[in-house]
């Protein structure tokens, strides 16, 4: 949830590369860069001196990748150790904070979409999360976090809520399986809390919320969670995201099988209303 980890672009540009990197990053990249290029060394031979990859001093140097104590320290005493990097590495950022790396360039889609849906299978999608819940995944993390970045992990996840009621004209998806919903996480108290404001947010005109049945015989998402979205020139985009990483889909078969599927599923939940009972009769039962 909170890793920086960057997947990179797949050959043939069905998925788009993410996240944009930061202004620092781009900044002590193009210092490296400068300063490597002064010296008179090729990105191999430099490598070579650090004892990097060409690919991960390429990465250094376009700001893509957040360079490690080792790579700062070997690139210093390699270019000079004039001290500008080990002082400019003090003043790094991986771009906008509280969200994972991997998911904010589809935070950034997500403002202007004119359509989103939804598939989750593991917990309660963030565009629903209750403040406590969140608190209660970030609780969850390991490695665990310091309060600090839990704190703006909660405030961004709470801001970007506020898309369901500020975009009354969008509409959002959501089919989540009935086991995310009996899951207890933080407590009774939580879970009747996150199940108050799924009820509240399912009243609005412009939110959906199904539930996939735990007795259902057919399910067409088995691959796991996904997320699709209209852009405003009716183009589609797929996000996919697993442990430590996340993909952008952009390649139009691969978003339309993705989005196939996504039909079926929604056929194969409970209806809204049928929804909105069960999660009333599980908030009764706490």
Same mark, same amino acid.
């Given at each position: 949830?909170?890793?920086?980890?960057?997947?990179?672009?797949?050959?043939?540009?069905?998925?788009?590369?993410?996240?944009? @990197?930061?202004? %620092?990053?781009?900044?002590?990249?193009?210092? $490296? =860069?400068?300063?490597? +290029?002064?010296?008179? /060394?090729? &990105?191999?031979?430099?490598?070579?001196?650090?004892?990097?990859?060409?690919?991960?001093?390429?990465?250094?140097?376009?700001?893509?990748?957040?360079?490690?104590?080792?790579?700062?320290?070997?690139?210093?005493?390699?270019?000079?150790?004039?001290?500008?990097?080990?002082?400019?590495?003090?003043?790094?950022?991986?771009?906008?904070?509280?969200?994972?790396?991997?998911?904010?360039?589809?935070?950034?889609?997500?403002?202007?979409?004119?359509?989103?849906?939804?598939?989750?299978?593991?917990?309660?999608?963030?565009?629903?999360?209750?403040?406590?819940?969140?608190?209660?995944?970030?609780?969850?993390?390991? @490695?665990?976090? %310091?309060?600090?970045?839990?704190?703006?992990? $909660? =405030?961004?996840?709470? +801001?970007?809520?506020? /898309?369901? &009621?500020?975009?009354?004209?969008?509409?959002?998806?959501?089919?989540?399986?009935?086991?995310?919903?009996?899951?207890?996480?933080?407590?009774?108290?939580?879970?009747?809390?996150?199940?108050?404001?799924?009820?509240?947010?399912?009243?609005?005109?412009?939110?959906?919320?199904?539930?996939?049945?735990?007795?259902?015989?057919?399910?067409?998402?088995?691959?796991?969670?996904?997320?699709?979205?209209?852009?405003?020139?009716?183009?589609?985009?797929?996000?996919?995201?697993?442990?430590?990483?996340?993909?952008?889909?952009?390649?139009?078969?691969?978003?339309?099988?993705?989005?196939?599927?996504?039909?079926?599923?929604?056929?194969?939940?409970?209806?809204?209303?049928?929804?909105?009972?069960?999660?009333?009769?599980?908030?009764?039962?706490?």
């Amino acid at each position: 949830m909170t890793t920086d980890h960057v997947e990179p672009a797949a050959p043939g540009g069905e998925c788009e590369r993410e996240p944009d @990197p930061s202004d %620092s990053l781009r900044t002590f990249g193009a210092v $490296v =860069q400068a300063l490597r +290029e002064h010296a008179g /060394l090729s &990105r191999v031979q430099f490598g070579e001196l650090v004892r990097f990859s060409k690919h991960t001093v390429e990465s250094v140097e376009l700001g893509r990748r957040m360079p490690d104590a080792s790579f700062v320290e070997r690139a210093e005493e390699a270019l000079g150790n004039t001290g500008a990097l080990r002082h400019s590495a003090r003043f790094l950022t991986r771009g906008e904070a509280g969200l994972a790396a991997w998911f904010r360039q589809w935070a950034r889609l997500e403002r202007t979409a004119v359509s989103l849906c939804t598939y989750e299978c593991r917990l309660i999608p963030g565009l629903l999360q209750s403040e406590g819940y969140v608190r209660a995944l970030c609780e969850n993390e390991i @490695p665990p976090l %310091s309060d600090d970045v839990l704190e703006t992990t $909660v =405030q961004v996840r709470m +801001e970007r809520q506020q /898309l369901l &009621r500020e975009r009354p004209d969008t509409t959002f998806d959501f089919v989540i399986e009935e086991a995310v919903f009996m899951r207890r996480l933080g407590g009774a108290q939580v879970t009747a809390k996150q199940l108050d404001l799924i009820l509240e947010l399912g009243l609005l005109r412009n939110v959906t919320v199904q539930v996939m049945p735990a007795n259902s015989e057919q399910h067409a998402c088995l691959s796991g969670p996904v997320r699709l979205l209209e852009m405003p020139d009716g183009r589609w985009r797929a996000y996919s995201e697993g442990q430590e990483n996340g993909r952008l889909i952009a390649g139009p078969k691969e978003v339309s099988r993705i989005h196939m599927r996504y039909a079926r599923l929604r056929s194969q939940a409970l209806s809204p209303k049928d929804s909105m009972s069960l999660l009333v009769r599980i908030r009764g039962a706490l």
